[in-house]
């Protein structure tokens, strides 16, 4: 399984009362610390910091306290940076039922608590309890939503990651949707070549091939291209430019071959299969997906791509991810 990218950013404090104690000024100096110490990919140091900064809030204000939750927060952000992602999903469940409980939670407290409950569906899908995962990312998106606005940018870590989660389940009805959604979203914010909007749309367009709404998916493309103002020249600076490679069958160290599945061959399936990839900056496959041919190749085909290895492309002496196409050829 194809991990899906988290991104862990570590905000330290809410503000320091002006009567603070020895231990409440120690708990903050050792968050600080254990925070310096994460951004900086220094977890096994970071660690004792966090925890013990847990136990002194836990001492001057109780287990429940929201500032107890903020450090069980930190302490679980660096715990998975540990690869301890058991005793994460622990700290943080902690934390995130604190702040549930808490009726006021300003903007940037929702959106403390949207990241902590991706971090945990993260570790439930990967355990496979996908309801579980679903359930929490949808309880995201909503916290995004409404601390920031329907179209904004921020929104799009929980929906990608649910259309990820029904893609991987084969349920494209509802992968559609939450793509198309992502998709909305990016072309209203980010230039048309941004690497970002263009990965969208390629998601979108991949399970619309699969759901064979192929050209509405196109329609809808070109009216967002029609109805926006992010083609501006000064937009195309918003992020990392779509780099595309062609066929890139050539450029493989690796070209995994897929099998010939029984039913395609006893149905005498054959031809060509051209499977949309996207490869990182180290050159492995983060994305494929069979866009034309047989559909009973699909699965095999790209199964196949992920398998496969390709040489990293520079870009003005910079790794980049690219674009490209794999083609393979089934003959009965």
């Given amino acids: 399984m194809k991990k899906l ?26 968050s600080a610390e254990s925070v310096k110490l994460f951004n900086e990919k220094k977890y096994k140091e970071a660690q004792p910091l966090a925890e013990k ?12 306290d929201f500032k107890t939750a903020e450090a069980l927060r930190n302490l679980g952000f660096i715990q998975v940076g540990n690869e301890d992602k058991k005793e994460a999903e622990k700290t943080l469940e902690k934390a995130i039922g604190i702040y549930e409980r808490k009726t006021d939670l300003s903007p940037d407290s929702q959106s403390q608590l949207a990241q902590m409950l991706e971090t945990v569906a993260f570790i439930k899908f990967e355990n496979r309890k996908i309801e579980r995962a679903i359930e929490l990312y949808q309880k995201a998106s909503e916290l995004r939503e409404k601390a920031h606005g ?5 929104n799009v870590n929980s929906l990608l990651s649910l259309a990820t989660i029904y893609h991987f389940q084969k349920d494209y009805k509802n992968a559609e949707k939450m793509y198309r959604r992502v998709l909305e979203i990016r072309a209203k914010k980010l230039a048309r070549s941004d690497w970002n909007r263009q990965d969208a749309e390629n998601r979108f367009q991949c399970v619309a091939v699969r759901n064979d709404h192929a050209d509405e998916a196109k329609n809808f493309i070109k009216s967002l291209e029609a109805g926006n103002l992010s083609n501006a020249p000064d937009q195309a600076k918003l992020g990392p ?7 890139v069958n050539g450029k493989a160290t690796y070209l995994a071959k897929p099998p010939y599945p029984s039913e395609a061959r006893s149905s005498r399936a054959s031809g060509a299969v051209n499977v949309q990839i996207t490869i ?35 870009l003005s002496g910079k790794p980049v991810k690219v674009m490209g196409v794999v083609i393979y050829n089934f003959v009965p």
């Fill in 53 to 64: 900064a847990v136990r002194l809030r836990e001492q001057e204000f109780g287990a429940n």
């Fill in 241 to 247: 430019q779509l780099v595309r490679g062609g066929v």
């Fill in 5 to 30: 990218s988290i991104f862990l950013i570590l905000l330290c404090g809410i503000g320091f009362v002006h009567a603070q104690t020895t231990q409440d000024d120690e708990a903050n100096r050792l």
């Fill in 150 to 154: 329907k179209d904004a940018l921020e």
């Fill in 280 to 314: 990182d900056e180290q050159g492995k496959v983060i994305f494929a997906c069979a866009m034309s041919g047989n559909k009973l190749l699909f699965d095999a085909s790209e199964s196949a791509a992920y398998q496969s290895t390709f040489s990293p492309t520079m």
